[in-house]
């Protein structure tokens, strides 16, 4: 069975939340902070069946595979700081380790690009910040025809 794209219900949140716990332990960079389930589910319900509401510039995919979820990817519209064009980037994109060679990444994120460009965006700018397989993320995303723009720094401080 192929995989299948849709949005994310009510009734996804517990997986959302269980795959949001494993994105973060299986990140370097995320392991170092903590992590709250009910953040991560309040997130999850203020994205989910929100795609067609206007007020709530987000939306919640996930990925099925035999009608269990193996992946997922969240995201949000807002004005660039400088102007009134709008752009798009995500929350996160994560599919679980035992998919990763299949077709569940390529389709979050076209299914992204589909709804962001439904909503009128100029860009659409996703992060690639967990430290776990930078190099193959990014050599995804250049794939699907983005380009490297920018860098994103950090200093840990705590």
């Avoid at 795959?19 to 309040?42: C, I, L």
């Amino acid at each position: 069975m192929a995989v299948k794209i849709r949005e994310a219900k009510h009734g996804d949140i517990p997986e959302l939340v269980a795959m949001g716990r494993a994105m973060h332990e299986e990140s370097p960079e995320y392991q170092r902070m903590d992590f709250s389930e009910e953040k991560v589910a309040k997130l999850a319900r203020y994205l989910c069946g929100t795609m067609l509401v206007p007020s709530r510039p987000g939306s919640a995919l996930v990925a099925e595979d035999e009608g269990r979820i193996i992946g997922m990817m969240a995201g949000f519209v807002i004005e660039h700081f400088f102007g009134h064009d709008k752009i798009a980037s995500d929350y996160v994109l994560y599919v679980k380790p035992e998919h990763r060679r299949g077709t569940a990444a390529v389709r979050l994120i076209r299914a992204f690009e589909k709804w962001a460009l439904s909503q009128g965006v100029r860009a659409i700018l996703p992060g690639v910040t967990t430290g776990n397989k930078t190099e193959r993320t990014q050599a995804l995303y250049m794939h699907l025809g983005y380009e490297a723009n920018g860098v994103t720094l950090i200093k840990r401080v705590k």
